[in-house]
């Protein structure tokens, strides 16, 4: 691995950290009202597209953060959609 992967391992771990904790207060809460709709449909959408970007590009970087950031947007979505 060189170090421009490296960063982007770095990188992508960081952002992706970032949604667990509020993916773990909507799981306890139960409620995605503080979230906006459309910052959501636009987090799922791009964060599917940075992955397949990645995958198109070889990044094990960008795949593995948005293999993790995607499922937990798309819950975050659900929660939205379901509850408010």
Known sequence: MDWIEAIGLVAGAMTTS????????????????????????????GNTLWMAYGFLK????????NLVTV????YLLTVKLRRG
């Open 71 to 74: 499922p937990l947007t798309v």
């Open 18 to 45: 970032a949604f667990v904790p509020q993916a773990v207060k909507t799981w306890r809460t139960r409620s995605a009202r503080d979230f906006s709709l459309g910052l959501l449909v636009l987090l799922v959408a």
């Open 58 to 65: 070889g990044s094990t970087g960008l795949v593995a953060a």
